[in-house]
């Protein structure tokens, strides 16, 4: 059988849910295995990528390639020797500049309009042309136009979630009223989950309870891991640490999405 | 080829032209019966109908699948669209020209065949 790239959502409904975590992890997680990824920054009103890779200044943002001013081999970096691995990674950022979220979030419909057309030529020129197996779109939580306009260009959208009360209510309107409606295979990942890693039960009660909740499948559960609060987000866990529970369950994931999207 | 091949491709030719003619006629009608239902001040379509997210998100169920099929195809025919929803091709020529009327698409004759797409300056 012939594979074909997928592109993968990273969405929630509140913020500080772990998306960004979970997607730069995820990303490092498949290039370790050998794929060839493609990790966009589609958060315009919170950039974190370029903070994340250190990258100081870009000669192309991918608010460029959305306005059209230029293509999308620009905007990409090739990060794959700061990751460092077998496959590799190629990073789209969005300008974090002042400005350019101004500017972002001033955009009309019809510019919104455009801008989804030129998301899903990514398909085209990213996947079947270059031939990437994963986008992954790390996007902004909630219902704005660049999310769902990530969303709408998705295969799979995985949605970060806590147990927060009004993270928990959010997400289920979430599934119901906007993946449901655009045909989404959706699979949920729950974060900061309080329940002791070594003990496999926490994780399988955790499991049937986030499935009750959500009536969705469940990628993965990540429990609140300190060190990775207290890495402060100055490298990339699933890379510098390939021994740490975080990092195994990031691995578990990166299989369960290949039968996923096969 | 042989005079019995000649005459046994005629008869085809006709038939399938008269399908042609039928699919032609179909399309008329569904456009009229929409027209007919919005009443007259709506005959033309509309001229600013982005086909944005949120317009799709407020589109009934059985229109936002043609216009998101069509998103992803760029342009496209009915039978194309059908094909990616596995609905009856005339289902989607139906949807198809809706959408045009309501002005998110726009509709194109190339020959016997007719090509929908969104406005093209917004297809990225």
Redesign the interface.
């Known amino acids: 059988m012939i594979w074909l790239g997928k592109i993968i959502a990273v969405h929630s409904y509140k913020g500080g849910t772990g998306k960004t975590l979970i997607s730069v992890n995820f990303a490092a997680t498949l290039v370790k295995q050998g794929k060839k990824i493609c990790l966009l920054d589609l958060d315009f009103r919170a950039p974190s990528l370029a903070t994340i890779f250190k990258i100081e200044k870009a000669d192309y943002w991918l608010n460029d390639y959305l306005n059209g001013t230029c293509e999308i081999d620009k905007v990409l970096i090739d990060s794959s020797e700061r990751i460092g691995n077998a496959g590799k990674l190629f990073v789209g950022l969005a300008n974090p500049t002042t400005e350019a979220i101004r500017d972002m979030s001033a955009k009309d419909r019809k510019w919104e309009m455009r801008a989804l057309g030129r998301l899903l030529a990514l398909r085209n020129s990213l996947l079947n042309d270059k031939g990437f197996d994963y986008l992954i779109f790390d996007t902004s939580p909630g219902l704005q136009y660049s999310s769902i306009n990530a969303i709408v260009s998705a295969d799979v959208v995985i949605v970060a979630t806590t147990f927060d009360r009004s993270d928990v209510e959010g997400t289920k309107r979430m599934l119901r009223e906007l993946y449901d409606l655009f045909e989404k295979k959706t699979e949920v990942v729950v974060n900061k989950v309080l329940y002791d890693v070594s003990m496999k039960s926490g994780k399988d009660e955790v499991q049937t309870r986030i499935e009750g909740i959500h009536k969705v499948p469940v990628l993965g559960i990540i429990p609140c891991f300190c060190d990775v609060s207290r890495a402060e987000g100055t490298f990339i866990f699933a890379q510098e640490k390939p021994n740490h529970p975080f990092t195994k369950i990031l691995d578990e994931m990166a299989k369960n999405l290949d039968n996923i999207t096969a | 080829m042989t005079k019995q091949e000649v005459l046994g491709k005629k008869p085809l030719q006709v038939l399938q032209k008269i399908r042609e003619n039928l699919e032609r006629l179909n399309e008329k009608m569904e456009i009229m019966i929409e027209l007919q239902k919005r009443g007259k001040k709506d005959v033309q379509p509309l001229p600013e109908a982005?086909?944005?997210?949120?317009?799709?998100?407020s589109m009934p169920?059985h229109l936002?699948?043609t216009a998101?099929t069509l998103?992803?195809l760029?342009r496209a025919t009915a039978e194309d669209v059908a094909q990616q929803t596995r609905r009856a091709r005339a289902v989607e020529s139906g949807y198809l020209n809706q959408l045009v009327i309501m002005g998110h698409l726009k509709k194109e004759r190339k020959g016997r065949k007719a090509y929908f797409h969104?406005d093209k300056?917004?297809?990225?």
């Open positions: 982005p086909l944005d997210v949120m317009t799709l998100l169920d936002r699948k998101m998103c992803r760029g969104v300056e917004n297809q990225g």
